[in-house]
Structures are given as structure tokens and as C-alpha cells.
């Protein structure tokens, strides 16, 4: 266990040297350039999958880092007990709909009353909902990618046994990436909503187009600050989160 964390450890530390190398380049060249903003990356949204029923987690399909696209199976349950009892509920659902379908006809040549044709009625009913309650759960046993994204962490395990509403898997979407920037109050009124803003990450390439997407409503009661975010549509790959990118509004 302990190399498999060393191997780890090395292979990523050449991405990591890069990004900090990168980052202190960024630094170095937009610190005294006027009109440029440090500011740092952030997901654009981050969801916590979670699972609606008990069960073993039977496979995990993406690994840390992996990408995914919408409807992606990205977890699966193992379904068994579920899967019987909603054979159950289809065979208990096919023998009341011939059950009422008998009375109705019966009813016609008036061999039985309304009432009996109540409560089968009634006993459909009641099975039809036991039958979709199992197809529900059934559908539950399988975690389904919401959107377009990538994994950023994996909360499980094969084969382990989960309650209810037990944290699965962290996903960030891909088709955007926010940037989340400070501004003096004094200044605030020189950002708009929509306005588009340059935002450089990579040194040696050209700067990524987004624009203002929101600007917070509270004020850093100590540095009097306002936090603005910017949406870049559609980032590069290489851009992570949490990466240092210079801001200038156009």
C-alpha cells in the first residue's frame, strides 16, 4: 500500500511542478502590469452523488480525474433483491388487471355488484403503484451522470455495503469553469453583468475568453472585498481547479 502511494506521489509530480512553475510565471509577469487581476479557478458548479436505496456497490465505471459525458453509468448497485420484488409486483399487477377485467364483465351480465367492482378497482390501483414503487428502486440501483463532467472524488468502495443517502461520488461539470475574483468595493462599479473579460492561464498561449457571470451581494466586512465570478465556457482540459489565472474586464 505504502509504494502504491509513493508511485502515485511520483507520477504526479511532474503535473504538479508544472501547474506551480506555470502559476509562478502568471505571477511574476501580471503582477505589475496594470489592469491585470489574480485570481484563482473554481468549479462552475460541484455535485454530491448520492444513493436512494441500501445495497452493495456492485462497480465503480470512472476512476478519479476521469471524464464522463450525460446519462454515463458512473456507479452500480447490486440489484438483486430489488430486481425479485419487482418481478413480484408485475406477476401480483398482471393478476389483478385480469382479476378486475373478470369482474367487469361479470358486472355487465350483472352477476356481481358495484361494490365488488370497487374494490378490485381499488386492489389495481394499489398494485399498479407497488409496480412502479419497484421499477423506481430498481432504477435507483444504478447512478447515472447528471452532465457532461469528470470525477473529482470517489467516496466508495467495491463491494461495500451503503445505507441511504451515503455520499457516493464529487463531480464537477467540463462545459464551464468559474473564476472567482476579489474586487475593492470602490471599484465594483466598474464590473457589469455579462462583460466580457480575458482570462489568462497559460503563459506561452493567448488569453481564454468568458465573461462576468455573478457578483456576490455580501461585502468582506474586513478587507471590504467583493467577490466576482467569471465563466469561462468550454475551458481547456489542463485547466483545473484551484489553478492561479490573471483577469483583465475588456
Known amino acids: 500500500m505504502g509504494r502504491s502511494i509513493v508511485a502515485i506521489l511520483f507520477a504526479l509530480l511532474p503535473a504538479v511542478c508544472d501547474a506551480q512553475e506555470r502559476s509562478f510565471r502568471l505571477s511574476s509577469e501580471l503582477a505589475a502590469v496594470e489592469g491585470w487581476i489574480l485570481s484563482v479557478t473554481v468549479p462552475s458548479l460541484e455535485v454530491t452523488l448520492s444513493n436512494e436505496v441500501a445495497g452493495e456497490v456492485e462497480a465503480i465505471a470512472e476512476t478519479i480525474g476521469a471524464r464522463f459525458n450525460k446519462g454515463d453509468v458512473l456507479l452500480r448497485f447490486d440489484c438483486t433483491?430489488?430486481?425479485?420484488?419487482?418481478?413480484?409486483?408485475?406477476?401480483?399487477?398482471?393478476?389483478?388487471?385480469?382479476?378486475?377485467?373478470?369482474?367487469?364483465?361479470?358486472?355487465?351480465?350483472?352477476?356481481?355488484?358495484?361494490?365488488?367492482?370497487?374494490?378490485a378497482k381499488s386492489e389495481l390501483k394499489s398494485a399498479e403503484v407497488d409496480l412502479e414503487v419497484a421499477q423506481y428502486s430498481v432504477q435507483q440501483c444504478t447512478i447515472l451522470a447528471p452532465f457532461n463532467g469528470v470525477v473529482a472524488?470517489?467516496?466508495?468502495?467495491?463491494?461495500?455495503?451503503?445505507?441511504?443517502?451515503?455520499?457516493?461520488?464529487?463531480?464537477f461539470p467540463t462545459d464551464a469553469i468559474d473564476v472567482r475574483m476579489s474586487?475593492?468595493?470602490?471599484?465594483?462599479?466598474?464590473?457589469?453583468?455579462?462583460?466580457?473579460?480575458?482570462?489568462?492561464?497559460?503563459?506561452?498561449?493567448?488569453?481564454?475568453?468568458?465573461?462576468?457571470?455573478?457578483?456576490?451581494?455580501?461585502?468582506?466586512?474586513?478587507?471590504?472585498?467583493?467577490?466576482?465570478?467569471?465563466?469561462?465556457?468550454?475551458?481547456?482540459?489542463?485547466?483545473?481547479?484551484?489553478?492561479?489565472?490573471?483577469?483583465k474586464v475588456k
Open 81 to 119: 433483491l430489488l430486481e425479485l420484488q419487482q418481478e413480484k409486483s408485475e406477476a401480483v399487477h398482471s393478476l389483478k388487471k385480469e382479476q378486475f377485467r373478470v369482474l367487469e364483465r361479470l358486472f355487465e351480465l350483472e352477476s356481481v355488484g358495484a361494490e365488488d367492482i370497487a374494490i
Open 183 to 247: 474586487v475593492p468595493l470602490q471599484n465594483l462599479s466598474d464590473f457589469t453583468l455579462g462583460a466580457a473579460v480575458d482570462v489568462l492561464f497559460n503563459p506561452d498561449q493567448g488569453p481564454l475568453p468568458g465573461a462576468i457571470h455573478a457578483i456576490a451581494p455580501e461585502i468582506n466586512s474586513v478587507s471590504q472585498l467583493v467577490d466576482v465570478l467569471i465563466r469561462i465556457s468550454v475551458p481547456p482540459a489542463e485547466l483545473k481547479h484551484g489553478a492561479v489565472v490573471g483577469v
Open 153 to 171: 472524488e470517489i467516496m466508495v468502495a467495491p463491494f461495500e455495503y451503503t445505507q441511504p443517502r451515503t455520499p457516493l461520488i464529487r463531480i
